[in-house]
């Protein structure tokens, strides 16, 4: 119960810290910045997608070495951090009929000058036009290649990881949760 009680309690500090980052008709660009990026995809999504079913399995089977348990959280914490980046780059860049979505502006960004107008003028717009805007942009700046190199160290990281902490953790599972995020498409 504990473990479901703290993960609620992490999900809701990330929504707030969302909330807060981004208000709605509100736009300021400083707000935005990478730390604050990542913490709320960890709050949001890493604990309660990734690690709240593994750590749960874990218990159940009867692994409760908080050793394991520190190992498993630094791998599902990076398997869903790199999730999350990657949904938000396949709203924008996405196969619509691969990902069933419709282009979405990503709410967050570092840019500069007049990109900085741009955002302002399109952030959380989902119009065709505004979406176009953000995504004029983004292929500009050369985003897709840029998420490329992301996906490509993410990836050898979180081997790397794996790697490390082989011993202890059932590596099959997580290996699987890796591969399946891995170069995904929707």
Do not use: C
């Not at 609620?8 to 736009?27: C, H, K």
């Not at 159940?60 to 980046?85: M, R, V, Y």
């Not at 840029?146 to 599972?173: C, G, H, I, K, R």
Request: proline fraction near 3%; charge should be neutral.
């Amino acid at each position: 119960l504990e473990l479901f009680l703290q993960r609620s309690y992490q999900t809701e500090i990330g929504e707030t810290l969302d909330l807060i980052t981004a208000p709605r008709g509100n736009v300021d660009l400083r707000r935005f910045t990478e730390k604050k990026y990542k913490s709320i995809v960890k709050s949001k999504t890493a604990f309660y997608l990734f690690y709240l079913s593994v750590a749960a399995a874990m218990y159940t089977a009867g692994s409760d070495e908080e050793k394991e348990h520190a190992n498993a959280t630094k791998i599902l914490l990076e398997i869903g951090e790199f999730f999350q980046i990657q949904d938000d780059y396949l709203d924008l860049f996405g196969e619509p009929s691969v990902t069933g979505k419709v282009a979405l502006s990503s709410r967050r960004t570092k840019a500069a000058g007049w990109h900085d107008q741009i955002l302002v003028e399109n952030y959380r717009q989902k119009e065709a036009k505004n979406v176009a805007q953000v995504k004029a942009l983004y292929e500009e700046l050369n985003l897709p290649a840029v998420f490329t190199q992301y996906e490509e160290d993410s990836y050898s990281y979180l081997m790397s990881l794996m790697d490390q902490y082989a011993m202890t953790l059932p590596l099959p599972n997580f290996l699987r949760l890796a591969h399946k995020s891995h170069m995904r498409k929707k």
